[in-house]
């Protein structure tokens, strides 16, 4: 099914349980087994694969540049609350903050057998790698290796998976 008006393909058995915050959306592509649930948001260029939840209360926020896209790859798993930010401002010195136009946007890659708990912010130039875990609250700054688990502000590996 391709949504021609908001730029949105969903692909085999998506469940969208009450339609998420879809603003300003372009070019995001939902494949199959797709879960998301009530007041979430998503913007712009996201690329969502196989076997996905995303659970209440989550944001996924992409800019509208190339530089800014979000890869969420198969068997990833958001808990409640969970935030991505792949851009923010770029500050200056004598420039007013709130009016600042220029942007920093990087991408940020969820690859597969992800599980991502409750309130953890994963922000900008980040890939969190397959089979890992990032526990509840953590702030994810720099890209996580696989088969660990990561918790902390900022998130450290505190232990692999055996």
């Known amino acids: 099914m391709r949504l021609i008006w908001i ?8 469940i969208i349980w009450c339609l998420p915050n879809i603003r300003y959306a372009n070019m995001i592509s939902i494949w199959e087994n797709f879960q998301i649930w ?4 998503m913007t712009w260029r996201i690329k969502i694969w196989n ?3 995303i659970n209440e209360y989550t944001s996924i926020n992409a800019w509208i540049s190339e530089d800014s896209s979000i890869t969420i790859g198969d068997n990833v798993m958001f808990w409640p609350g969970v935030f991505l930010q792949s851009w923010d401002h770029s500050f200056h010195r004598g420039e007013v ?8 946007s990087l991408p940020i890659k969820l690859w597969n057998n992800v599980w991502i708990w409750a309130k953890t912010i994963i922000l900008k130039w980040v890939e969190i790698w ?3 875990v990032i526990w509840a609250g953590s702030v994810v700054t720099k890209s996580i290796p696989s088969w660990v688990v990561a918790v902390g502000n900022p998130a450290k590996v505190l232990r692999e998976i055996v």
């Open 7 to 14: 730029n949105i393909s969903i692909f085999s058995r998506a």
């Open 38 to 41: 009530k007041n979430c948001r």
């Open 51 to 53: 076997n996905v939840f």
């Open 97 to 104: 903050y709130m009016f600042a136009s220029w942007w920093i």
């Open 130 to 132: 397959d089979d890992t």
